[in-house]
């Protein structure tokens, strides 16, 4: 089939390689995000997609406006069977789905009706779930609402970041994809509708989102720092000072109020509404991330020193 790839950043990229690498299919363009500022200098630069797409010598389309009637032309020229959708980011209207024959097909990182949105591997990761996956659907005008092709699993690790998770996800995920693919090809594939209950939603984690809430118990600060990492990143303000801190750990030492920053010769602890963390690394602001102990050392914390 003939198909246009929509997709911004790195997860997409096992999705559009495996397709490139298809010998059943053929990547007539990629549609991402307008490139981006980025570095310290702020220059535009292409998204992951279109960097590996422009390797390749496959045309990229960057419209600033996809649903507008230009661009609504500009795909329907290309002809397209089918275009295929890994976290291109941007919501698309009636006349941009009707343009491909067998629709949009989009591969998203949950077991869908559970955590539709932005971020669902942060929400599965924060919520505590063990077990969540991705899914192969139809795009419809509603937000991940459309019938489900097909799925795969994956177990969530105690120690799993969203870098972590997404990470397998992308791969596991890039193979379901192609077979999804290939099964509308050989017409052997029928979307079977999302039932109606155990709908959760993701929306995206803003920056505000992943500020460390202290008075929460022990084991949801764990997680929900695990959500953020690496982004937006979790924080905390240790006087006026933000701090950017990693995964920790649960301490089985004596309870610490909440916010409350004890350093010891095993490292860094900080309290909860349960048991108290301990942290690993953190980044204070213009500096790399570095060990939580020599930071407390040169930091020069005092007792009553405190996270909010």
């Not at 929306?203 to 720092?225: M, N, Q, S, Y």
């Not at 240790?238 to 030492?253: M, N």
């Not at 790399?288 to 007792?303: I, P």
């Amino acid at each position: 089939m003939r198909i246009v790839f929509a997709g911004t950043p790195e997860p997409a990229l096992p999705s559009l390689q495996r397709l490139i690498e298809s010998p059943r299919h053929e990547v007539v363009a990629v549609l991402t995000r307008p490139d981006a500022a980025s570095g310290r200098r702020g220059k535009p630069s292409p998204s992951p997609v279109a960097q590996l797409a422009i390797e390749r010598g496959i045309p990229v389309l960057r419209p600033h406006r996809p649903n507008s009637d230009e661009f609504v032309a500009e795909l329907a020229a290309l002809a397209p069977d089918v275009c295929a959708v890994v976290a291109y980011g941007a919501l698309l209207r009636d006349a941009l789905l009707a343009v491909p024959a067998h629709g949009w097909i989009n591969l998203h990182f949950s077991l869908l009706p559970a955590w539709r949105g932005a971020a669902p591997v942060q929400a599965a990761i924060a919520a505590g779930d063990e077990v969540t996956g991705a899914t192969t659907f139809q795009i419809e005008p509603a937000l991940d609402s459309g019938p489900v092709y097909g799925v795969v699993t994956e177990t969530i690790q105690p120690t799993d970041t969203a870098a972590d998770l997404l990470g397998r996800l992308s791969v596991s995920g890039a193979a379901l994809l192609e077979r999804t693919l290939d099964g509308i090809a050989d017409q052997t594939l029928t979307p079977v509708p999302q039932p109606t209950d155990g709908i959760t939603m993701a929306p995206k984690v803003t920056v505000d989102d992943a500020r460390v809430r202290w008075d929460l118990p022990g084991h949801v600060v764990e997680r929900r720092i695990r959500a953020v990492t690496p982004n937006p990143g979790a924080w905390t303000l240790v006087g006026d000072t933000r701090i950017k801190i990693g995964p920790v750990t649960l301490d089985a030492s004596d309870p610490l109020p909440p916010g409350a920053i004890r350093v010891d010769r095993s490292g860094v602890r900080i309290g909860t509404a349960s048991a108290p963390v301990r942290l690993g690394t953190v980044q204070p602001p213009g500096k790399k991330q570095m060990d939580a102990a020599a930071w407390a050392r040169g930091a020069r914390l005092d007792e009553n020193a405190t996270a909010t």
